[in-house]
Every structure is written in C-alpha cells, then in structure tokens.
C-alpha cells in the first residue's frame, strides 16, 4: 500500500523558486506514473507534470521551461523544482501516484492515489 507524503510548500516572492518534495512509502510498481497537480482557490485542480517509470516526462504550457519534475528511484521521492514563481502559481499542490501506467498524463482522473497537498503563497 503506498502512501505519499508532500513538503516544501511556503511563502515566496515573485520570482523567487521553492522544491517540493513527495516521499512515497511502500512498493512501487516498475510501471507506474508519479505527478504533481495544483488547485487554486475556486478553480479545478490541474496537472502541470508527470513522469512515468521510465522517465517520461509531460509539462502543461503554464509551467514548461520554469518547473521540472524528477524522481529519486533510491529515496522513493518525487521533486518539483519551482523557478521564476509568479502569483499565479498560489495553489495547492498535490503529487499523485497510479500503478500500471503505461505513459505519463496529466489527466487527473487517472490517478487514484493522493498526497494531502502542500501550499504554495505569494508574500
């Protein structure tokens, strides 16, 4: 039974950069697709990156070129690495897990396992 565990939400400022960090706990699948999604006060929660077990990666247009996902294989942990953070990037941020995945997506509806998200603020 894997369990996931975020940290590394804060206050920044406007260009600053944060790494959030998702222990998962557990057996990991070798075929399995990690990702971190967000939601935004009054909006529905949106995927901006994924990465499956083979290191595929997918970003939404909102984040390419100033977020990167990645993985620690030995640690079970998933990173989002934040630059050039913007107000617009206030959110939740949750990673999530699904087991036989067979390539990365950042549909929402594909993942069945959750973090209890971390918060990202503006200051």
């Known amino acids: 039974h894997v369990q996931l565990v975020e940290s590394g939400g804060g206050s920044v400022q406007a260009g600053g950069s944060l790494r959030l960090s998702c222990a998962a706990s557990?057996?990991?699948?070798?075929?399995?697709?990690m990702g971190w999604f967000r939601q935004a006060a009054g909006k529905e929660r949106e995927g901006i990156a994924t990465?499956?077990?083979?290191?595929?990666?997918i970003y939404a247009d909102s984040v390419k070129g100033r977020f990167t996902i990645s993985k620690d294989n030995n640690k079970n942990t998933l990173y989002l690495q934040m630059n050039s953070l913007q107000p617009e990037d206030t959110a939740v941020y949750y990673c999530?897990?699904?087991?036989?995945?067979?390539?990365?997506?950042?549909?929402?509806?594909?993942?069945?396992?959750w973090g209890q998200g971390t918060q990202v603020t503006f200051s």
């Open positions: 990465i499956d077990g083979d290191g595929s990666v």
């Open positions: 999530a897990y699904e087991s036989g995945c067979q390539q990365p997506t950042l549909n929402k509806v594909a993942y069945t396992l």
């Open positions: 557990g057996y990991l699948y070798s075929s399995y697709c």
